[in-house]
């Protein structure tokens, strides 16, 4: 057999993948749309209380240090921002030079977007800026800043699972800020150890087992089933769990693992939450249970969480919280030799990339995902992330190529999903199924988009998520404009059937 000749990076002159058509490895090709990119100030910044120190007295060249340095910036992105040489904020953070001219001021805050209740300034805002409110602040137990103790990772379980509907409300008025708050904070907080030595029943490890199979069979019957009435079950799981931490007693080594089970549990019931079409609901969840990964000492967990996140951002109209979460992730996990998780978490910001129409990013992310995909499961790698495969990387890179406008590609793609997926996985095949059978539609194959929306249909029979109903209306919908196929008028016909037979239940 012919090999292929070796190709090299433009940029870093490294051996390229056979796979990859592009003259820049992946690792390159990223940095290149990050290095395009204007630069910004990540919402989380706002709430480190050095920053707000700065601010609250005017040191200016304190301030401008700390936002560089919490935002991952350049000064040469500082001047970019607002306005002031490099230069000159080189001296001003170094002390050398003060700002003191009100117009300078101004225009150094209103560059950087300073939320105005920091500043003692009537800082200008547009007209679309000041018809909006405020932003909330962080309700209670809701707030990222506080210690990340045990009491703490408790008042955020009872908020999610048996919270009031003002504790809830209250919480998820500040959900749309949290998200950076709470990444941030799991990245640099300090957790508490968890041990309990007071009186009580003594945790046993086979007990701590028994619960982790628990969590584990939820799960399973999740990705057969869909979420159905799992959320119900989690819950009372989630409170005996929570039960456990407050009246039991046992030593570090224990409390971590009872931490490790509540991190996954939680971010399994708040998987359940979204599946069962609660968005509103599953962010509560999700944030308990990265303050429970935080208390285990297990990052892995955490970065479970995040992934999650990052699917509700993506998919609730927030994709730029999906990159953001899954890049905080990578960035802990890239060191522990775990290169299905890595892959699960390039898919999530694949997702987000292409979602805000950025083709080159999502592409580079999804290559890189196959690359990881492709060496296999490690040691190191987490057991809940068994469903990871290459029908995984492909279904995503089929959904991306569909928000990216490119049926022919996605279409591709879902067909070697197809191929490599888990047949017990119906959910999963299903929500891809009904994203090709669009595909199929959008490149002018009616007859195979059909066929395939028949495939989808005969799978709602048996699966009880509303995510995938969604999906499934979403599919139907896509077929009204050519609706005088009789491909289209069989599947049409059959929905209505379905649809008519279920109101009179």
């Not at 709470?182 to 028994?210: H, K, M």
């Not at 303050?291 to 109209?317: C, M, N, P, Q, V």
Request: with cysteine; net charge negative; charged share 20%.
């Amino acid at each position: 057999m012919r090999q292929q000749s070796l190709r090299n990076c433009d940029r870093c002159g490294g051996q390229l993948s056979s796979y990859n058509t592009d003259t820049f490895c992946f690792a390159c090709a990223r940095y290149r749309v990050l290095e395009q990119h204007t630069p910004l100030v990540p919402e989380y910044v706002w709430f480190d209380p050095d920053v707000r120190n700065a601010l609250a007295a005017w040191d200016f060249g304190q301030a401008s240090r700390l936002v560089r340095e919490k935002a991952g910036l350049r000064q040469d992105d500082m001047a970019q921002l607002t306005g002031l040489s490099q230069a000159f904020l080189s001296m001003l953070e170094a002390g050398g030079r003060r700002l003191t001219n009100i117009d300078k001021i101004v225009e150094f805050l209103t560059g950087l977007d300073v939320p105005p209740e920091l500043v003692p300034l009537p800082l200008p805002r547009t007209t679309a800026q000041a018809s909006q409110p405020s932003p909330p602040q962080f309700a209670g137990d809701a707030d990222p800043i506080l210690p990340w103790t045990t009491a703490r990772m408790v008042a955020a379980l009872e908020t999610a699972v048996g919270g009031s509907a003002m504790d809830r409300r209250r919480f998820l008025t500040a959900s749309g800020i949290a998200l950076t708050a709470f990444v941030n904070q799991w990245d640099a907080a300090e957790a508490e150890p968890l041990y309990r030595a007071a009186g009580g029943s003594r945790l046993s490890p086979s007990l701590l087992n028994g619960l982790q199979r628990t969590t584990d069979s939820l799960r399973t019957m999740d990705a057969s089933d869909g979420s159905g009435t799992l959320t119900a079950l989690g819950d009372k799981h989630l409170q005996f769990l929570q039960h456990l931490v407050e009246q039991t007693s046992y030593d570090e080594v224990s409390g971590r693992q009872l931490a490790a089970i509540i991190a996954d549990t939680a971010t399994q019931v708040g998987w359940f939450v979204f599946d069962s079409g609660q968005h509103d609901q599953t962010l509560g969840y999700l944030y308990a249970a990265l303050r429970a990964a935080k208390a285990s000492g297990d990052i892995r967990l955490g970065a479970g969480a995040l992934s999650y996140i990052a699917i509700h951002g993506y998919s609730t109209g927030a994709p730029h919280h999906a990159v953001t979460a899954a890049q905080r992730a990578r960035e802990k996990v890239k060191n522990l030799g775990v290169p299905a998780l890595e892959a699960m978490l390039l898919t999530r910001q694949a997702r987000g990339h292409a979602k805000l129409g950025e083709r080159q990013a999502a592409l580079a992310a999804l290559g890189r995902a196959a690359e990881l995909c492709a060496q296999g499961r490690s040691e190191h790698d987490p057991p809940w992330l068994y469903w990871i495969n290459e029908g995984e990387i492909q279904g995503q890179a089929g959904s991306c190529y569909l928000d990216l406008g490119d049926p022919r590609n996605a279409v591709d793609s879902f067909t070697r999903a197809r191929e490599a997926l888990n047949p017990a996985d119906h959910r999963t095949r299903g929500l891809f199924l009904s994203r090709a059978a669009t595909a199929h539609v959008e490149q002018g194959d009616i007859e195979a988009g059909c066929a395939t929306a028949h495939e989808v249909l005969d799978l709602a029979e048996k699966l009880q998520s509303a995510r995938f109903d969604s999906h499934v209306t979403s599919m139907i919908q896509q077929l009204q404009p050519v609706a005088h196929s009789p491909y289209a008028q069989d599947v049409l016909e059959r929905r209505a059937a379905v649809t008519a037979a279920g109101s009179r239940t």
